[in-house]
């Protein structure tokens, strides 16, 4: 009976869904050593752009600081300065000649998403500093340096044709019109296409049919390697999933020692309880790392050897934050697609690892890190949301572990250590977080219901992650009001029309 109800539900929660949502998709790049250099400059002229901007905008607001202690005040106060992207491209474009004479062998591009990241930076500052902005004060944008995140965004306004070459194995990387150095103008042949170690087939399909549109390319260098991460959006179809559904609802808890504890077992991801093992990725290499750690710290600074071992370590990371990403991925296509609606716990990751370091070790903070509930979260929301099934949080003030899930009964008090939940008034025996799964089922169940009863009522289940601490990219704007005048079926949408 109460099932019936929660897919009810998941059906008229659709029907007010957007017809499009923003993703991004990850190609491992895999360039040539000319190619390298470029995109090396490229990031470097992004920062270059950035750090102009805050300097721009940091001398105009301590000049009026200034001024305003002085006493001058009305007109004869310096005149502010527009910190949005749009005024201070134009402002960019009439000073570039003088302060960046070598701009012509960079991409406009760069210089473009540096100025539009930093103007992004300085939007978050002042909505956090008057109170609009949610999550934690954001302060005025510090400068870059070369140790820096190294990234640059091709913004598409679709006049760079196809972003993919006729094999799907690379991707077009946008050279400068009016560049004079020769590596550029006698190699543009060479350098225009950076092969990829994964086909671009799906993606380039998706684009073909209007079901994906690119709308920026950030090229970065994360973990010791180059790679493309296409932002990308998509219109929502949401079509039933081929797999047969296991069954409508299911509870999860999350752990520690277990990754995962379903209500509902899946042969073959979870034992006969419903559990799947914690993988630990990040301890699995803790001995090479702390082994690599010891290396660069006998290395003189500045040495080849110390820049080899930096990489092999940054390497390792990237390898460990991969081999994570894969494992999560390939559970939440399998939850998304086996269940309707998925009830987790809202869990506070940020506060468990932050706050009181009383009840937390360190090793106990890594663990809950290493594990990536955050990430397990995001990406079944959105997994849910593409088949047309949903995603229930229970709130984290549910005692979800100190509840019987046989009686109702509440422990008071009952420590992490306790693996085994023991029930004093009705006697049950149960694994810990079994007995928490079940609770959280129960618990989703009963938003549910309540919601599809009560007529006006406050939803307190959310179909997706909560994303405060975001702003949306400036580049989204224009984009997103022609789409929402659209009145067509997203799929016969051509972005020309
Ligand atoms: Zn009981």
């Not at 684009?207 to 549109?213: F, P, R």
């Not at 928490?436 to 599809?452: Q, S, V």
């Amino acid at each position: 009976m109460q099932t019936t109800d929660a897919s009810q539900l998941a059906s008229t929660v659709h029907q007010v869904e957007e017809t499009y949502r923003m993703r991004a998709v990850l190609v491992p790049l895999d360039p040539t050593p000319a190619q390298e250099q470029l995109l090396r400059s490229y990031c470097g002229a992004s920062r270059f752009a950035y750090n102009w901007t805050v300097a721009v905008a940091k001398s105009n607001w301590d000049a009026r600081i200034k001024e305003r202690r002085e006493g001058v005040d009305g007109a004869e106060l310096t005149k502010s300065l527009s910190w949005s992207s749009y005024s201070m491209i134009p402002l960019w474009n009439s000073v570039k000649d003088e302060i960046a004479p070598w701009h012509r062998d960079v991409t406009s591009h760069a210089f473009r998403s540096g100025v539009t990241n930093a103007s992004l930076a300085l939007k978050n500052f002042t909505e956090s500093r008057k109170g609009v902005r949610k999550g934690e004060p954001v302060g005025f944008p510090t400068f870059k340096n070369r140790h820096s995140r190294q990234s640059f965004t091709l913004i598409d306004f679709g006049r760079i044709g196809s972003w993919f070459s006729e094999d799907s194995r690379h991707v077009r990387l946008i050279l400068p019109h009016f560049a004079t150095e020769p590596r550029i103008t006698r190699r543009r042949e060479q350098l225009q296409w950076i092969h990829t170690t994964e086909s671009l087939r799906r993606l380039k399909k998706k684009v073909a049919s209007n079901e994906w549109t690119i709308q920026a390319v950030t090229i970065s260098y994360t973990g010791g390697r180059w790679r493309a991460s296409f932002l990308i959006r998509q219109y929502i179809i949401p079509s039933p999933s081929c797999i047969r559904l296991r069954e409508s609802l299911v509870g999860v808890d999350l752990g520690v020692k277990h990754l995962a504890t379903l209500t509902v077992p899946i042969p073959g991801v979870t034992d006969e309880h419903g559990q799947i093992k914690n993988p630990c990725h990040l301890d699995a290499e803790l001995t090479s790392l702390a082994k690599l750690d010891r290396q660069i710290s006998r290395c003189k600074k500045g040495s080849k050897n110390r820049a080899k071992l930096r990489l092999r370590h940054q390497r390792l990371h990237g390898r460990i934050a991969r081999t994570r990403n894969l494992h999560l991925n390939r559970l939440t296509t399998t939850l998304a697609g086996s269940f309707e609606t998925i009830v987790l716990e809202d869990l506070d990751v940020a506060g468990m690892v932050k706050g009181s370091k009383k009840n937390t070790t360190a090793a106990l903070r890594r663990s809950i890190l290493d594990a990536g509930w955050g990430e397990l979260r995001r990406q079944l929301a959105y997994k849910s949301e593409d088949r047309g099934h949903q995603v229930v949080l229970v709130s984290r003030l549910y005692p979800s572990s100190k509840r019987c899930s046989h009686c109702g009964e509440t422990k008071a008090k009952l420590a992490v250590s306790e693996r085994v939940f023991e029930c004093s008034k009705c006697g049950i025996s149960l694994d810990r977080d079994v007995n928490a799964a079940r609770n959280i089922r129960d618990e989703g169940i009963r938003l549910l219901t309540n919601e599809a009863t009560v007529a006006g009522h406050q939803s307190e289940t959310l179909n997706a992650v909560s994303r405060d601490r975001e702003t949306k990219p400036p580049w989204r704007g224009r984009g997103d009001r022609y789409q929402s005048r659209t009145t067509q079926p997203a799929r016969n949408l051509s972005p020309l029309a």
